[in-house]
């Protein structure tokens, strides 16, 4: 899966976000041709290198033939709704401004069929967030994350007056979202900066897992004393399981006791082994042997090798390091007919694994006088019933 993460660690605005998009790739010519089923007169993008302290960057401006502007929001649906533009970008650009239009109505105390949208309803906005969604659309992003989003202070004069910053639009529009204060006596988010992320944001937070292919920065308007005025872009390949590396440590053994290996399995899972296991081998002068094999992290190594060579009569290991894919786990309780059981339960792509705990399983049937295997089939039986894993 492709995401996107927009790091605003110095705000939104409409067009720092698609600065950072062409940073990171989007075709010049291919958006051109998208945005133009907008049927805006005269349209001409305009992309430019620049950098704020020191940052290379892109600048995102456009000219057009037409002064009119959308104004309302009725005007804005019919100039969306009567585009050819894609599905998708159409669906998410009438959401995003329905949401402006909510935010509008409830500061200003009108209707939503009747809020005029003064600066936020001219071309100016109406590409930004169009374009926006056409540019992550045309870069194939799959999935959009978003980090808390970076708030000035101070003031900002607007069609209305004089209003605090941040403009109560943006803040009602990030109502329930991770933002943080900066300091800087400056509008750093705008509406429209906010309304994009809130629209294509699937989730808010840290970078997510995942392999970095692309990174664009996006320039705002002007240099900041404090920070380089620009939102961060990085475009990657989900890594959808968690990775790590252990140790694989083996031995072969043809001359001891296979009695011992169960206290050998025992003391190396006290030690901290994350796994141990044996194979038959036929080992040299045709002698029947045995394989030991332990995984454990890096920092148990000495231990488990102090244990194999204390525990068994090998004079030496083979070890090298593994990588491992991971998939994340957590824990609930099922009730059944016989007591509680613990319940693995496995995050995959397509939904949950549940597996019974078998040790739980076990006492329980040890302590009843029942079938193991009855435990768990009713453990299974339980889980089907129940509305999901325990958070």
């Known amino acids: ?177 991770p933002v943080r204060g900066t300091g800087v006596e400056r509008e750093l988010t705008t509406p429209t900066g906010a309304v994009i992320l809130r629209t294509c944001a699937a989730r808010f937070g840290p970078v997510p897992q995942m392999t970095v292919e692309a990174i664009g920065y996006g320039a705002g308007t002007g240099e900041l004393e404090e920070m380089a005025n620009v939102i961060r872009f990085v475009v990657g390949e989900s890594a959808e399981y968690e990775r790590d590396a252990i140790i694989h440590l083996e031995t072969n053994i043809d001359d001891m006791n296979p009695q011992l290996f169960s206290h050998v399995y025992s003391e190396l899972f006290a030690i901290g082994a994350l796994d141990v296991w044996l194979a038959n081998v036929v080992m040299k002068k045709g002698r029947p042997g045995f394989v030991l094999s332990v995984l454990c992290s890096r920092e148990s190594v000495s231990a488990v090798a102090d244990c194999v060579f204390a525990e068994t009569t090998t004079s030496g290991l083979r070890m090298h390091e593994v990588g491992r894919l991971k998939l994340e786990r957590k824990f609930m309780e099922v009730e059944t007919k016989y007591g509680k059981v613990k319940v693995k339960v496995f995050a995959l792509p397509s939904g949950e694994k549940r597996v019974p705990e078998y040790e739980d399983c076990l006492h329980l049937a040890e302590s009843l006088g029942v079938p193991v295997r009855e435990v768990i089939e009713e453990t299974k039986n339980a889980l089907g019933k129940s509305e999901g894993p325990s958070s």
Do not use: Q
């Open 1 to 177: 899966m492709r995401i996107g993460y927009f790091d605003c660690y110095a705000g939104a605005a409409g067009d720092m976000i698609l600065a950072s998009l062409f940073h990171a790739g989007l075709d010049e010519a291919a958006f051109t041709k998208e945005i133009a089923k907008l049927g805006i007169k005269g349209l001409k993008i305009d992309v430019k290198a620049t950098s704020r302290k020191s940052v290379g960057a892109r600048s995102f401006t456009f000219t057009h033939a037409s002064n009119a502007s959308a104004g309302t929001y009725r005007d804005i649906v019919k100039l969306i709704e009567g585009g050819s533009l894609s599905p998708a970008v159409k669906e998410r650009s009438l959401a995003a401004f329905d949401l402006l239009a909510e935010a509008e109505s409830g500061i200003h105390c009108v209707s939503k069929d009747d809020v005029h949208f003064h600066e936020l309803g001219s071309v100016d906005t109406v590409v930004d967030i169009v374009g926006s969604f056409i540019g992550l659309e045309l870069l194939g992003i799959d999935e959009v994350v978003c980090s808390p989003i970076s708030l000035g202070t101070g003031s900002v004069k607007c069609a209305h007056g004089i209003l605090p910053v941040p403009a109560p639009a943006t803040l009602k529009i990030l109502e329930g979202l």
